[in-house]
């Protein structure tokens, strides 16, 4: 979704920038094609609000991107844990960007509503009524497809080494020396770096895990972040349930994971304590992906060692979708401007 979005960015940017995209094999266990593609404006970090709000308002003003994306618009509850801080300045923030949206509630509130049971005193929502979920893999898809009616170049092989001076092996094929060249293969990422013989500073890997269960009934509708567990989840269609709790699995290597079965076991538990789900447990599926998180967390162009030729745009750290559209615009902005300069100062030699 990622290298997706920055290319279809690049290729809208005027003058154009002639984009190479190379997309390894088709997989399906990549984060983008797992996600739970929540979305929501509200986040602590006012950079991070800052970024989704940008997304989101994109998302919605766009009938192209709202079907591109599957984008379904049932609300979301954010439960903080602990004593609230000045939320004012972000609850202003999610007010300018979609007016009308953002309320808080208490726990009282919520349940009385017969959203949440056994809720922690003091506990506050933030509920967005603008916000929901969408499919990261279909905007990638449609994406793609856009790109290559649109005649970019796509490669569907794997990277094997890049260079900070812009260079780029495939299996079968180069090097093939670019002005940049973006490293945006999600958990991959740091591996490909460190074959390369580069540094992936900051780079890790984590696993997100969440399951798929069947519900006999249940009156909530929208998607929900509850910190005081870790439980978060939307309604699927069908009367499924999509419900998470946070792994401990860092490190680990991307593609097929095995599930953690005694993590399951704690998801149920915590879902019947704070949503009193009526679960029909034979219909339970478990859905595990590898994504990778970065210290600064964030989908972000970040230059590998300090190059001006090699980034890596990653990072998303459980959060990108929420994010990409905003990222990925900035990170084009960011790399037209540096080949306008390089163009600018080769010019000048000449
Ligand atoms: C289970 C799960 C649930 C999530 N839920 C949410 C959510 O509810 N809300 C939210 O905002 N975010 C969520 N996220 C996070 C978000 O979905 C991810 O941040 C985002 O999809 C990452 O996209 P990406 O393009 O960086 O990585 P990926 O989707 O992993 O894509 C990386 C791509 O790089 C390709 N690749 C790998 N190696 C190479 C190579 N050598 N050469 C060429 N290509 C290569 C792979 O084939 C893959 O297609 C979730 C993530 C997971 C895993």
């Not at 069947?214 to 009156?219: L, P, V």
């Not at 905003?326 to 080949?339: C, G, H, N, T, V």
Request: net charge positive; aromatic share 6%.
């Amino acid at each position: 979704m990622a290298g997706t979005a920055l290319a279809w960015r690049l290729s809208d940017n005027w003058p154009p920038i002639e984009v190479h995209l190379f997309t390894g094999r088709p997989t399906r266990i990549d984060a983008s094609a797992v996600s739970g593609g929540m979305v929501r404006v509200f986040d602590k970090d006012p950079i991070q609000c800052l970024n989704s709000g940008a997304s989101l308002t994109e998302l919605r003003s766009s009938a192209k991107l709202r079907k591109w994306s599957g984008y379904q618009e049932i609300g979301s509850t954010f439960l903080l844990a602990g004593a609230p801080t000045d939320l004012g300045p972000v609850l202003s923030q999610i007010e300018r960007v979609i007016p009308g949206s953002v309320s808080l509630l208490t726990a009282e509130q919520m349940v009385d509503a017969g959203w949440f049971r056994d809720l922690p005193h003091g506990t506050l929502a933030v509920v967005e009524r603008h916000a929901g979920y969408l499919s990261p893999d279909r905007l990638r898809n449609n994406l793609l497809a856009h790109l290559v009616a649109k005649g970019m170049r796509v490669t569907e092989r794997p990277v094997t080494a890049v260079t900070t001076d812009g260079r780029v092996r495939y299996e079968g094929g180069g090097p093939i020396g670019f002005d940049v060249v973006v490293a945006a293969a999600g958990a991959w990422t740091p591996a490909l770096l460190r074959r390369s013989g580069l540094s992936s500073a900051g780079l890790r890997t984590k696993a997100i895990q969440y399951l798929l269960v069947g519900t006999k009934s249940t009156g909530w509708r929208g998607v929900f972040i509850d910190e005081t567990t870790g439980l978060y989840g939307r309604p699927v269609s069908g009367n499924r349930f999509l419900l998470g709790l946070p792994t401990d699995r860092w490190d680990v290597g991307p593609g097929a994971l095995s599930p953690d079965l005694l993590l399951n076991i704690g998801v149920l538990e915590v879902a019947s304590r704070r949503l009193g789900l009526g679960l029909a447990a034979p219909q339970i599926s478990t859905h595990t992906a590898v994504e990778c998180y970065h210290s600064d967390p964030g989908l972000k162009l970040r230059p590998v060692e300090s190059s001006s030729r090699l980034y890596s745009f990653t990072g998303g750290s459980g959060g990108a979708a929420k994010t990409v559209l905003a990222a990925s615009q900035r990170a084009a902005a960011k790399l037209a401007q540096q080949l306008a300069l390089a163009q600018q100062l080769a010019l000048g030699a000449t």
